[in-house]
């Protein structure tokens, strides 16, 4: 079916037609999401920051910035939804037009800027939603804030208690100087202050890092050593890329933002692999960037990673793309005769 709603939904501009489906995901949540994608098969199950994934396969940030279809996506298949990135306050973002696609490429380009309603109005709808998996909050600093690590404590403390994982994100190249908070005294600062505020009576929620892919080997060692000295729990690699390929096609390849899609994939295995050796293994990764099929997220936990995330591929492949993934890993596990998934990470 969504080979004959694509034309009309690539006739819209890009934001406009990426709302509708939000706003259709929500309806149909709201009916009970019949036909929902059955449950995974149960040797994709695994267990990261002692959270219970029935499915590796998660929904990216920033698909659902307000949290306002949750449900539904959990209907789709997957085994966990990352709603955000939200700020302490409402913002509107940068400028329209910001999301473009390419394509030939199977890409995206996005330049949103942190576009979102708040937190305070996201989570009743989080509290809301029936969840069939976990729920990961991603937070992030308002653009004129003049104190950002103030922002992220304020983002950690809120999305805590009703979230089964917070993710802070400082690797969007949307907000201005965001990215400068991956180095030195800033990142160990801010680490510090997220730790804090995750702490709940009954103990404390798990807290996920998402780093950007454009990071050299000195930077990523630098947050592999602060990531275990302030106890994250996962690392998400990686968020959308600021380079371009020469490949690239599209008439848009020349637009400001971040690419996501296909041609993020060779540069999102690549960082897959560099945070795996600067960590030593010692936290759980969560690959992200160029993610289409069974057989790419077969190869990620092959690599290393213990789960991971898709977003642009959805764009072009459609609604259905969550239980594909899901029924061809489990096929690829049971061929390389895997009786869990835990058992394919690293196996490469």
Do not use: C
Request: net charge positive.
């Amino acid at each position: 079916m969504f080979s004959l709603i694509r034309p009309a939904l690539f006739s819209l501009d890009a934001e406009r037609a990426h709302g509708l489906t939000i706003d259709a995901l929500a309806a149909w949540a709201r009916i009970g999401t019949p036909f929902a994608a059955p449950p995974p098969d149960p040797n994709l199950r695994s267990t990261v920051a002692g959270l219970d994934f029935a499915s590796p396969l998660g929904l990216a940030a920033g698909v659902d910035k307000n949290g306002a279809a949750i449900t539904g996506w959990f209907g789709l298949g997957f085994g966990s939804v990352e709603i955000g990135t939200l700020t302490p306050l409402a913002q509107p973002g940068n400028p329209r037009p910001r999301i473009f696609r390419l394509v030939e490429d199977l890409a995206v380009i996005n330049r949103l800027g942190f576009n979102n309603g708040g937190i305070a109005a996201a989570l009743p709808r989080v509290i809301a939603a029936k969840r069939r998996g976990m729920l990961g909050i991603n937070i992030g600093a308002n653009k004129d804030t003049a104190d950002r690590i103030a922002d992220y404590r304020t983002g950690v403390a809120r999305a805590a208690p009703v979230a089964d994982y917070v993710t802070i994100n400082i690797s969007s190249p949307n907000t201005p100087g965001l990215r400068d908070l991956q180095h030195g005294t800033a990142l160990g600062d801010l680490l510090a202050a997220a730790d804090q505020a995750r702490t709940l009576p009954g103990g404390q929620t798990p807290l996920f890092l998402k780093i950007a892919p454009d990071l050299d080997s000195l930077a990523i060692d630098d947050i592999a050593r602060a990531a275990v000295e302030h106890r994250i729990d996962a690392l998400i690699v990686a968020n959308t890329t600021i380079k371009r390929p020469p490949s690239l096609q599209s008439r848009h390849a020349g637009e400001t933002g971040g690419l996501s899609g296909a041609p993020l994939a060779a540069l999102a295995r690549i960082r897959l692999s560099d945070v795996r050796g600067a960590t030593g293994g010692q936290i759980p990764l969560i690959s992200v960037g160029g993610i289409d099929s069974g057989a790419e997220a077969y190869a990620r936990i092959r690599a290393g990673a213990s789960l991971v995330q898709l977003y642009t591929a959805l764009v072009y492949q459609g609604p259905g793309l969550a239980r594909r993934i899901n029924r061809d890993l489990a096929s690829l596990l049971r061929r390389d005769g895997f009786a869990r998934l835990a058992d394919a990470v690293g196996a490469k």
